[in-house]
């Protein structure tokens, strides 16, 4: 199938996958590469194999996006198409076309960014919905924390990429304490049910956390202050982050615990080396595709009829 | 420069400029080639030459993306980046920072869909902005032509693309009588003033219409209707739309030639040949990113002072 290399010992979604139960972070080798078969090679050539399967997958990935496209185009009826963000509420289980949702997760230089680039960018961009979260506008603290993300939510038929989450509200919101500890603990379980929400809106939910090192990051961190062009990738206030690393980690070791379900598991992926990371990702979406087990959508019109028309407008 | 060949006889913003004062669309060959360099070669070898070139394009459109991107993130200031769509009137001129939105018009099988795929796809999704525009709905109707317009427009520091736009106000609206023509008369100077406002709220606006054969449309209508994977992009009532290609040339003429203004001009890219397309547009696209200007944001912090804080946390 187009040259694309399967991973090794099983499923990037059997390997990766964490939660629920127990997780230590501490014990997952950021620079680990698993599932990597022997085809990659060896040494510096591994990274120049795993570009270009990324490449291969992307395609493949195009392909099922189409599929999902289509399928939402069908449904919708004739001139449907719809780009406009549709709210959760609004899109009932059943019938109704699947929707795929990426849900990407780091440490600051985690490299979320990048895997969109490679990743998502070897999809077709029309069948893309991008959100980033940055902090809450004082509109969005009007409203309760899923208020943003179910506005963000991708059509039907489209491929959404969170960059960055409600994840935020159990971490960033708990390590700097913005709000009470009764109100980020009872959060685990309102994001399970929405999830739970989503798997039932067909709304199929992977959520990825880009794992990397605390020397990676150092090093991430000084080529944005070394390199001009990186410049504006910097926050001083990323240092203090930084400073509380620790306290993130744990953060995000309760998330995986106890938000990592069927309905929506969490996969870690080792991210230290950026061309493991975008392989990685590129498997859970492909393989996170073929089990959706999609296909083009009948034609809704008589294809004679139509063929007969067309040529009796003098088109040959 | 990374081995893109520039196009002969001039810049494809030159050769394919319409507008304003007459355009006759029945002079223009859909088959030509304008700007095309010998470099390409002959006969088949072309295709592949300008595939390859609309790659290395798409390398450098991905370069002034980030540029663009990067100086609207540093004006948000910490965190401040949002990729919810930003109302026309909130972003003032002067300092404000820049958006560059491609508008795309064509015929039905005209492309539209292929030239996002393959030239936006060029770049990185993280930046781009694309939305589609099909019959307007319900509550659209409410309001005035351009209102879903503004709430499409790319935030600062996006480059977005219209996969169709407000000029269906003044083709389909017009041919299909849906508006009186005292109504969609009108709308040329208002389009006008929109796109004057627009150049003055620093967004860049590049109309493009994909100028495709009446006989090339009749066999891409027959492939639709020949691959079963492709019947979901057919519809009957395309048919129709085509039985009254004559009256669409009219209206596209029209719009051309009077909404050509300096302030968002219109091209006119010869589309029969999809290999040509994308290199055009590609072109077109890389010609106006490159007369911003763009640069990469200074940094507003201490470089030094942050370098130093980085090492004492003991990054290295």
């Not at 985690?110 to 979260?133: C, E, Q, W, Y």
Request: proline share 6%; with cysteine; hydrophobic share 40%.
């Amino acid at each position: 199938m187009s040259g694309v290399v399967r991973p090794e010992d099983g499923s990037m979604r059997e390997l990766l996958r964490v939660g629920p139960g127990p997780v230590d972070l501490a014990a997952i080798d950021p620079r680990s590469t698993p599932g990597l078969p022997r085809a990659a090679g060896r040494g510096s050539a591994r990274k120049e194999w795993a570009r270009s399967q990324v490449e291969l997958i992307g395609a493949e990935l195009g392909r099922q996006q189409e599929m999902l496209y289509a399928a939402a185009q069908v449904a919708a009826g004739p001139g449907g198409a719809t780009s406009a963000p549709t709210q959760a509420g609004a899109a009932l289980a059943g019938n109704r076309p699947r929707r795929v949702l990426l849900v990407l997760q780091a440490m600051d230089c985690g490299g979320k960014d990048g895997t969109v680039k490679r990743v998502a960018g070897a999809m077709n961009p029309l069948g893309l919905h991008i959100r980033s979260f940055g902090p809450p506008t004082k509109q969005e603290l009007r409203h309760d924390f899923l208020w943003r993300v179910r506005r963000a939510l991708p059509p039907p038929g489209y491929v959404g990429v969170f960059n960055r989450s409600h994840y935020e509200d159990v971490l960033i919101a708990r390590v700097e304490e913005l709000v009470d500890e009764a109100t980020w603990r009872a959060r685990y379980e309102i994001i399970n049910d929405f999830e739970r929400e989503l798997a039932e809106q067909a709304v199929t939910v992977v959520k990825v956390m880009l794992h990397i090192s605390h020397a990676e990051q150092g090093e991430r961190l000084m080529e944005r202050l070394t390199d001009p062009t990186k410049h504006w990738k910097y926050n001083p206030s990323d240092l203090d982050t930084r400073a509380r690393w620790d306290e993130y980690q744990d953060a995000y070791a309760e998330a995986l615990r106890r938000c990592g379900t069927d309905a929506a598991p969490w996969f870690v992926v080792p991210a230290d080396r950026k061309w493991f990371r975008d392989w990685a990702v590129a498997h859970l979406l492909r393989e996170t595709f073929d089990s959706l087990d999609l296909g083009y959508p009948a034609a809704d019109f008589d294809v004679e009829r139509e063929r007969a028309r067309l040529r009796d407008q003098g088109s040959e």
